[in-house]
């Protein structure tokens, strides 16, 4: 999990300083790994429809931002994370709602696959 989290900040990392290069004089700089192509916070309307925009290019089914979390708890959980520790990086005031979003999938089939993510992802990046 930590190689494919690498993978996709590093792809970040080049796509914002390809677009650091094409906004030229107005470009904000800033500490944020995501932002607009001019560098400043990203408004979150505007998160909202380009997301919506990703799901539809991908050909997935639009789920709601918010939605994600789940998805991350349930790869965290596929990993064999520990719920306290899933919980401090779901950002949970509390272990029962961990506990509520915290699914049961099987561990080597999920493994396998963000393996073959990872691994298709480190591909296009050194295609580059």
Not at 28 to 54: A, D, M, Q, W, Y
Not at 79 to 84: E, T
């Amino acid at each position: 999990m930590l190689d494919l989290c690498i993978t996709a900040l590093k792809h970040r990392r080049r796509t914002q300083e390809e677009a650091r290069k094409a906004a030229g004089a107005k470009w904000k700089n800033s500490n944020l790994v995501f932002t607009t192509r001019n560098g400043t916070s990203i408004e979150p309307r505007n998160f909202n429809r380009s997301f919506e925009v990703r799901c539809r290019k991908a050909g997935v089914p639009r789920i709601r931002v918010h939605d994600t979390r789940h998805t991350c708890a349930s790869l965290l959980a596929a990993l064999d994370v520990h719920p306290r520790v899933a919980m401090r990086i779901l950002r949970h005031s509390q272990i029962s709602m961990t506990m509520d979003v915290y699914p049961q999938i099987p561990s080597p089939e999920t493994r396998k696959a963000l393996d073959r993510l990872n691994a298709s992802l480190d591909t296009e990046e050194s295609d580059r």
